[in-house]
């Protein structure tokens, strides 16, 4: 079956090009790459949780999936490629090799009661639990009263950087801000 060929909107500002994608998702790269990236036809191939830019086309003779952050850093064995940031940041400064390991620490894992990653309600103690994982294992940071779910994220953010470095996935906590009162 012949899919038709998609030709795809570029959108170029400065030293990044935006191409447009299907599924109105659109990908950034380095404008240095786009000659390169430019000869296929790329669209938006959902995951589960994400979305990347892929193509078809013939690599060693046969018809394979690419996905654009691996043809941009030449990647054709079985490494990992991290984005620091969203999947479809395709700049050279935000994809970097590693293990499956320092990949996992820059997922957004949040399930469960908190807004935050890392923190969960404990319905029986009344109070909110942080808590981190290395090497499949739970590490307890603490617990926070009913009002203090911030602190629980600031604790995880706290350790992450700890164990993690750059690959730590930060909770975004709201700064308190004073406002004062007029009487």
């Given at each position: ?13 400065g030293e990044i090009a935006g191409i ?143 164990l993690f470095g750059e690959f730590a ?15």
């Amino acid at each position: 079956m012949n899919k038709k060929k998609v030709n795809n909107y570029i959108i170029i500002n400065g030293e990044i090009a935006g191409i447009e994608l299907t599924q109105s998702k659109t990908t950034i790269i380095d404008i240095e790459d786009l000659p390169r990236v430019l000869k296929h036809s790329w669209h938006a191939f959902k995951t589960k949780n994400s979305f990347y830019a892929m193509s078809r086309f013939n690599v060693n003779g046969k018809q394979k999936n690419v996905l654009l952050h691996r043809f941009l850093l030449n990647v054709t064995d079985r490494k990992i490629i991290d984005h620091k940031s969203g999947t479809l940041d395709n700049r050279k400064c935000n994809l970097r090799i590693c293990n499956h390991s320092q990949n996992a620490m820059n997922m957004i894992s949040k399930t469960g009661s908190s807004k935050y990653k890392g923190v969960h309600w404990n319905k029986l103690a009344k109070k909110w639990v942080a808590y981190i994982m290395l090497d499949s294992k739970k590490i307890h940071l603490g617990y926070f009263d009913k009002d203090k779910e911030n602190e629980a994220g600031k604790a995880y953010n706290k350790k992450a950087i700890e164990l993690f470095g750059e690959f730590a996935k930060l909770n975004i906590i709201p700064k308190a801000i004073d406002v004062p009162l007029f009487v």
